[in-house]
């Protein structure tokens, strides 16, 4: 092979070198940008799952809160019930009592005015009338008839005033316990409530705040792949670099060969080619039968 073939040979490989390291340039650069660019999406993911952990936080603090709301309710019931209890033998006389009173009211048929009423229209009826005997037997009957009737009367409304005693003396320091409790736990409900629209609050951004988390992780991901190829990339460029400047070197090596050196290599190197294609099945020419023959890989 002549010099000038040699020179152009090299010339054609300095071109594809530039070519390939012009290609390698322009990868390294996509791989800083895409370096960065997962950089800030890792950024963003992090930053939203430390959102996600503090949202996640808050409600479990707020249900511990709401346990020990439920946990005083729970007790102040308890002290209800215990009031109740001290309550019972006063509402069982009560119970007693009306049962009682309402004896008394249904004998008596009446209020104690209108019985006074009655019994002094019958006492007028009896003095001032020119009556019969069985009508003035009848109006004493009668008469004595209301006088009974008023004197349950007056015990029916001395049982109800004893009721109503127990209740405002008796009982009415329980009531105001009882309803000072009731007052509380219904604070410590509205607050559990409140409470709890809030710990919903905190789920409900956190779930929205985790989508937009997994979408971020899902990018970078995917960059991640991208980073990847590109590594790849650049490994298939060097190496194809490396190849080149081999060649090269091997190429100026020839220049400094001499004639029948250069005619040796030469034929070294056509041997190789006609190898390759022998391998690969494909057509081989005089020349490289002639070569295959002579080197003896070819019968």
């Known amino acids: 092979m002549q010099n000038f073939e040699i020179k152009a040979r090299i010339k054609e490989l300095q071109d594809q070198l530039a070519q390939v390291k012009s290609e390698e340039d322009i990868l390294h650069v996509q791989l800083r940008n895409r370096i960065n660019e997962v950089k800030e999406v890792q950024s963003r993911r992090d930053e939203l799952n430390r959102k996600v952990k503090e949202l996640s936080r808050k409600p479990k603090e707020i249900l511990e809160d709401r346990k020990e709301i439920w946990d005083d309710i729970k007790e ?3 002290d209800k019930k215990k ?35 009655q019994y002094d229209s019958t006492m007028t009826s009896l003095m ?22 008023m004197v349950l009367k007056r015990e029916a409304d001395s049982v109800h005033t004893e009721i109503v005693r127990i209740k405002e003396k008796d009982l009415s320091c329980f009531n105001r316990e009882l309803n ?31 989508e937009k988390a997994q979408k971020e992780h899902e990018r970078f991901l995917e960059i991640n792949s991208m980073i990847k190829d ?4 650049i490994g298939r460029k060097k190496k194809e670099r490396r190849g080149i400047i081999n060649r090269i070197d091997d190429w100026r090596k020839e220049f400094k060969k001499s ?4 005619v040796e290599s030469d034929k070294a190197r056509r041997l190789e080619e006609a190898r390759k294609k022998y391998k690969r ?12 023959l002579e080197s003896g890989e070819l019968k």
């Open 128 to 149: 001032g009338s020119d009556i019969n005997l069985k009508s003035e037997l009848y109006l004493y009957g009668l008469l004595f008839d209301i006088r009974d009737r």
């Open 76 to 78: 102040t019931n308890r």
């Open 180 to 210: 000072g409790m009731e007052d509380v736990i219904g604070q410590m409900k509205e607050r559990s409530h409140e409470e709890l629209e809030t710990a919903k609050s905190f789920w409900s951004e956190r779930d929205s705040i985790r």
């Open 230 to 233: 590109i590594k790849r990339d």
């Open 83 to 117: 009031i109740f209890s001290m309550m019972q033998p006063y509402l069982q006389r009560i119970g007693e009592l009306r049962k009682i009173r309402d004896a008394y009211n249904s004998a008596s048929r009446g209020t104690l005015d209108k019985l006074q009423d």
């Open 281 to 292: 099945g494909e057509s081989l020419s005089l020349d490289e039968m002639g070569l295959l």
């Open 259 to 262: 004639h029948g050196q250069r």
